[in-house]
């Protein structure tokens, strides 16, 4: 069975970095993108970027370049999205997917305070 | 970027009844592999997105057959032939043709 575990929710200040933590099992996990999908209270899916597991390689949205980092560790299949210069506009609910939207995570909740 | 609109953006039905959504892009979806990546997903109230649909009209596993998916190039639609209940959330479509993007969002509501 595949899943998609991420690290639990987060209250930051603004202007620090965040970094969320996606965890794959039941797959190989460098056979699939990881993307990551922003979604902010009451508001639709935002898609953030993804990441190729085998090889590193990354696409990001133009709204997050420069500010967003996503990662990958095949020794524990573990993707990482990292964002940076945090504002209020980032208080959201975080997803991890994989398998071209087939599997998602169960969602991190950040909120980012004054 | 490729722009996805949907309508209706809410859309109340009575239980049993059927509901369509509409999804409209601005470029055709069709990738250079043949296929059109063009997928729907639900949202319930607190809970991740789901995949529906995938490829325009491919149900995923366990997905009631009252979900259907047709359309091509840039006209999409998704139907519930009988609306239950447990349907009330929103629902979005996606596509990997070109980078990804997600439609704006039907919310589903019973009457």
């Known amino acids: 069975e595949v899943q998609l575990v991420q690290s639990g929710a987060e209250v930051k200040k603004s202007g620090t970095t965040l970094k969320i933590s996606c965890k794959a099992s039941g797959y190989t996990f460098i056979d699939y993108y990881m993307h990551w999908v922003q979604q902010a209270p009451g508001k639709g899916l935002q898609w953030m970027g993804l990441i190729d597991p085998e090889n590193g390689e990354t696409v990001y949205a133009e709204k997050f370049q420069g500010r967003v980092a996503i990662t990958a560790d095949t020794s524990t299949d573990t993707s990482y999205m990292e964002l940076s210069t945090l504002g209020f506009e980032d208080t959201a609910i975080y997803y991890c997917?994989?398998?071209?939207?087939?599997?998602w995570g169960q969602g991190t909740l950040v909120a980012v305070s004054s | 970027d490729i722009v996805l609109t949907q309508t209706p953006l809410s859309s109340p039905v009575t239980l049993g009844q059927p509901a369509s959504i509409s999804c409209r892009s601005s470029?055709?979806?069709?990738?250079?592999?043949?296929?059109?990546?063009l997928s729907w997903l639900q949202q319930r109230p607190g809970q991740p997105p789901r995949l529906l649909i995938y490829?325009?009209?491919n149900r995923f596993s366990g997905v009631p057959d009252r979900f259907s998916g047709s359309g091509a190039v840039t006209d999409f639609t998704l139907k519930i032939s009988r609306v239950e209940a447990e349907d009330v959330g929103v629902y979005y479509c996606?596509?990997?043709?070109?980078?990804?993007?997600f439609g704006g969002g039907t919310r589903v509501e019973i009457k």
């Open positions: 490829n325009i009209s």
């Open positions: 996606t596509q990997a043709t070109q980078s990804v993007t």
């Open positions: 470029q055709s979806l069709v990738h250079s592999d043949g296929n059109t990546h």
């Open positions: 997917t994989t398998g071209g939207p087939t599997y």
